[in-house]
């Protein structure tokens, strides 16, 4: 006890002394930013006064044009380096906060000296900047904290690996400068820390997990060999979490080559982007770039076609899908299919020899080149001639004519009318040209040639830039064309494809791409006309990769040849009909290809994880972490209305526990819309969210499951898990996810008959209620 005593009051009196060294460090960097921001308002003053401005002469052109130069270069310096002051005061104001979390004392072979290793989110130095007084989480030296139990560790340096035994790891508890808890633990952080964090109630923002990185998350985030790491983790292990630490130490590992512009992270919907900004920056790293993929599709095609979103996909599934024989079913699946895929790779052989469509192109409402034309020329070439190489020489041989035709249209009228509606900067641009070539500037001749050059010119170049672009390749008509072979193919019987086709054809030919066609003929146009390949992009970070087709994820690696890929995900979350037959987090075998498993959920109560594992298949792998809770609770009711007011019941329930962030969570977008009227005339701080909502605050949030992937709320309603609601392999992953964002208190409301996959579920393991009528006092 004693021994305990004094550790505590000199670990205690340690956090105060390091307070007191971050103050001196932010009192003096303020000093500090305060000079360099007068500066840079005095040299903004000053800026005209100190540069002498005479542009006369051109010796004294040139001479102002320098001193202007070195003037800015100067203030953007200074500019510069008050925005990276200002980058460090904010990591010592959260250091002061909370300078660690985490020591680990190591004593390294061949050495007798026992080193203390104090770990926090940033690195700190002593006044000399010789000593650590904290280590970066994401130093080599770090990794044992997460990686080791007391005893025989190592790590790896730069050049070498360093053993030795680590003799004691101990975990701290600090708020607001001020020490409130430590203790020493063993392999895992200890439960005493994660008991802390996961009982605390749910953010509007995504929280770093740096203090409680489990073992195998370790292994996400300092993985650096894998160029492709696939992470299958059940819902609430902290694949997300990982993955973007992962970013951090990335940023941190290879900051002289890797930037946060050089890394993106496509999420599944934008309230998904609000809810993970803060993670990074928390850390003192910049935002990597956020997207969806449907929008980086919606913005290659917005112009020629309607694309139909995910989201509005599942939609008409949900409300169509139910019946076995849906014809779109088949195409959703097929088109997502390495059948499909395969299909299109032979038909793009075909192209070689045959079939590809070309548009007329005209100038001025005249034919310059006829489509059939084109085409002749573009069969001119061997058959093993490449498509892009084929359409790199055609484009020269069109560019080339169009020169040519410059010179005739010379003495069209039309010429001669446009040179008159020229501005005053036309004929100064002709007559500085005449100078420069010593003409006569009295030559009318000479002038006119010039005008009319330079209005054939501005109106040719409209028409070069789409030929530069090889507009002149019709890829829609062609890819119809797919649709045209009769042979049905692999997949698919003569039937199926007979009407599939036919569904396809008049979709496109209305100007309108559903999602499962949108990647499928991205790809087709961008293997004829070629890839706008980004090579800037060093890493992507694919979160809900069970979701995306082959064709998509083949796409992605098309467009950014020279990046690693991070892909997350839970088949048991699959909420697509193509990833029932196909999934991406099982399938994918490209070489460099690293796969992690996390079975730990460490977001919900134990009663919660058992409930929601004994939905699926091998659910039992599952572990849950060991935090107690209530088990859910499921209703079963006669009608809407009592239905309704045991919505308010369990709302209000919530409520009294303090909750902040409640869900009730809906099969469809219609269903959220009606209940979130209902509701907001009942209570305050009542949210829809849908496909436009960007952010979400505290209150009630009636949302459609599949926009609630990823986030995690302290209470959730699933409201109409009913037998009529949940039915097929599909429903029943939408159901798990649905009930898996719960973290303290979950609830399952059934009209008429609950779904099977709840009756499947073990009664002992939630509170059944079977309700007839309701009563109103």
């Known amino acids: 006890m004693a021994k305990q005593d004094k550790d505590w009051e000199q670990e205690y009196n340690r956090v105060k002394e390091v307070g007191k060294f971050i103050d001196q460090k932010i009192n003096r960097l303020k000093k500090y930013i305060k000079m360099i921001k007068e500066r840079v308002i005095g040299i903004r003053k000053d800026f005209w006064e100190d540069v002498t401005v005479n542009l006369t002469e051109m010796d004294d052109a040139i001479e102002t044009q320098a001193s202007l130069k070195q003037q800015a270069e100067f203030l953007s310096e200074r500019e510069r380096s008050h925005g990276q002051l200002s980058q460090q005061l904010n990591k010592l104001l959260d250091l002061k906060e909370k300078p660690y979390f985490g020591r680990i004392d190591f004593i390294e072979d061949k050495q007798s000296e026992k080193e203390q290793i104090y770990i926090g989110t940033s690195s700190l130095m002593d006044q000399d900047e010789e000593h650590f007084i904290v280590y970066d989480w994401r130093a080599p030296i770090a990794s044992m904290y997460y990686d080791y139990s007391p005893g025989p560790a190592a790590y790896e340096a730069i050049d070498e690996r360093i053993e030795g035994e680590m003799t004691l790891k101990r975990q701290y508890v600090i708020k607001q400068g001020e020490l409130t808890g430590m203790f020493d633990t063993g392999l895992t952080i200890g439960d005493h820390l994660l008991q802390n964090v996961l009982g605390q109630f749910a953010n509007t923002k995504m929280q770093s997990i740096v203090a409680t990185i489990q073992r195998e998350q370790n292994k996400i985030i300092r993985n650096e060999k894998s160029k492709f790491l696939i992470v299958q983790g059940v819902a609430g292990s902290g694949k997300t979490s990982a993955a973007l630490q992962r970013a951090a130490y990335l940023l941190y590992r290879y900051r002289k080559q890797l930037t946060a512009d050089q890394m993106i992270l496509f999420s599944p919907n934008p309230l998904f982007n609000?809810?993970?900004?803060?993670?990074?920056?928390?850390?003192?790293?910049?935002?990597?770039?956020?997207?969806?993929?449907?929008?980086?599709?919606?913005?290659?095609?917005?112009?020629?076609?309607?694309?139909?979103?995910?989201?509005?996909?599942?939609?008409?599934?949900?409300?169509?899908?139910?019946?076995?024989?849906?014809?779109?079913?088949v195409g959703m699946r097929y088109k997502s299919s390495e059948h499909f895929q395969a299909r299109v790779d032979t038909f793009l052989t075909e192209l070689l020899e045959e079939g590809l469509q070309f548009r007329n192109i005209r100038f001025r409402d005249q034919l310059v080149f006829d489509k059939q034309e084109l085409a002749k020329y573009f069969y001119r070439f061997?058959?093993?001639?490449?498509?892009?190489?084929?359409?790199?020489?055609?484009?020269?041989?069109?560019?080339?004519?169009?020169?040519?035709?410059?010179?005739?249209?010379?003495?069209?009228?039309?010429?001669?009318?446009?040179?008159?509606?020229?501005?005053?900067?036309?004929?100064?641009?002709?007559?500085?040209?005449?100078?420069?070539?010593?003409?006569?500037?009295?030559?009318?001749?000479?002038?006119?040639?010039?005008?009319?050059?330079?209005?054939?010119?501005?109106?040719?170049?409209?028409?070069?830039?789409?030929?530069?672009?090889?507009?002149?390749?019709?890829?829609?008509?062609?890819?119809?064309?797919?649709?045209?072979?009769?042979?049905?193919?692999?997949?698919?019987?003569?039937?199926?494809?007979?009407?599939?086709?036919?569904?396809?054809?008049?979709?496109?030919?209305?100007?309108?791409?559903?999602?499962?066609?949108?990647?499928?003929?991205?790809?087709?146009?961008?293997?004829?006309?070629?890839?706008?390949?980004?090579?800037?992009?060093?890493?992507?970070?694919?979160?809900?990769?069970?979701?995306?087709?082959?064709?998509?994820?083949?796409?992605?690696?098309?467009?950014?040849?020279?990046?690693?890929?991070?892909?997350?995900?839970?088949?048991?979350?699959?909420?697509?009909?193509?990833?029932?037959?196909?999934?991406?987090?099982?399938?994918?075998?490209?070489?460099?290809?690293?796969?992690?498993?996390?079975?730990?959920?460490?977001?919900?109560?134990?009663?919660?994880?058992?409930?929601?594992?004994?939905?699926?298949?091998?659910?039992?792998?599952?572990?849950?972490?060991?935090?107690?809770?209530?088990?859910?609770?499921?209703?079963?009711?006669?009608?809407?209305?009592?239905?309704?007011?045991?919505?308010?019941?369990?709302?209000?329930?919530?409520?009294?526990?303090?909750?902040?962030?409640?869900?009730?969570?809906?099969?469809?977008?219609?269903?959220?819309?009606?209940?979130?009227?209902?509701?907001?005339?009942?209570?305050?701080?009542?949210?829809?969210?849908?496909?436009?909502?960007?952010?979400?605050?505290?209150?009630?949030?009636?949302?459609?499951?599949?926009?609630?992937?990823?986030?995690?709320?302290?209470?959730?309603?699933?409201?109409?898990?009913?037998?009529?609601?949940?039915?097929?392999?599909?429903?029943?992953?939408?159901?798990?996810?649905?009930?898996?964002?719960?973290?303290?208190?979950?609830?399952?409301?059934?009209?008429?008959?609950?779904?099977?996959?709840?009756?499947?579920?073990?009664?002992?393991?939630?509170?059944f209620y079977k309700v007839h009528e309701v009563s109103i006092e």
């Open 274 to 329: 609000s809810y993970v900004s803060r993670v990074l920056p928390d850390l003192g790293e910049e935002n990597i770039k956020q997207m969806t993929f449907y929008h980086y599709v919606e913005q290659q095609l917005r112009e020629r076609f309607k694309i139909e979103s995910p989201f509005e996909q599942l939609e008409v599934a949900f409300t169509e899908g139910q019946k076995d024989d849906w014809p779109r079913l």
């Open 382 to 767: 061997p058959d093993r001639t490449s498509i892009q190489l084929r359409l790199e020489k055609m484009t020269e041989w069109i560019l080339q004519k169009l020169k040519e035709m410059e010179h005739e249209l010379l003495k069209a009228d039309w010429v001669q009318d446009e040179v008159e509606l020229l501005d005053k900067d036309d004929f100064q641009d002709v007559f500085m040209k005449m100078q420069e070539q010593s003409y006569d500037q009295s030559d009318s001749d000479v002038e006119a040639y010039y005008l009319k050059r330079k209005v054939i010119k501005r109106q040719l170049t409209p028409l070069r830039e789409k030929v530069k672009r090889y507009a002149f390749v019709n890829t829609k008509r062609t890819y119809l064309r797919l649709f045209d072979q009769e042979e049905a193919g692999q997949g698919l019987t003569p039937e199926e494809w007979k009407e599939l086709a036919a569904f396809t054809k008049q979709n496109i030919n209305e100007n309108f791409l559903t999602w499962e066609d949108a990647t499928p003929f991205l790809y087709f146009e961008k293997m004829i006309i070629g890839f706008e390949e980004n090579r800037a992009i060093k890493h992507i970070i694919l979160d809900e990769a069970q979701d995306y087709s082959t064709f998509q994820l083949r796409y992605l690696t098309h467009i950014y040849p020279n990046s690693r890929m991070t892909l997350l995900g839970d088949i048991n979350q699959t909420i697509y009909y193509h990833s029932l037959t196909g999934n991406i987090l099982a399938d994918y075998t490209e070489d460099q290809t690293e796969r992690i498993t996390l079975l730990r959920s460490y977001r919900s109560t134990r009663p919660i994880v058992e409930f929601t594992r004994s939905f699926i298949e091998n659910g039992e792998k599952i572990e849950p972490f060991n935090r107690e809770g209530n088990k859910p609770i499921v209703y079963e009711l006669d009608n809407p209305t009592i239905a309704e007011y045991k919505l308010y019941d369990t709302i209000d329930s919530y409520l009294n526990k303090k909750y902040g962030h409640i869900a009730v969570i809906t099969k469809t977008i219609a269903e959220a819309k009606e209940l979130a009227q209902l509701l907001a005339k009942s209570y305050q701080e009542v949210q829809l969210i849908d496909e436009e909502t960007h952010t979400f605050k505290e209150g009630i949030h009636v949302i459609p499951v599949y926009l609630a992937k990823g986030i995690e709320f302290d209470g959730v309603i699933v409201y109409d898990a009913s037998a009529h609601q949940y039915l097929n392999e599909l429903e029943r992953h939408i159901l798990y996810t649905a009930c898996t964002r719960a973290m303290h208190d979950l609830t399952l409301i059934a009209i008429g008959g609950v779904s099977r996959f709840v009756k499947e579920v073990p009664e002992s393991l939630y509170h």
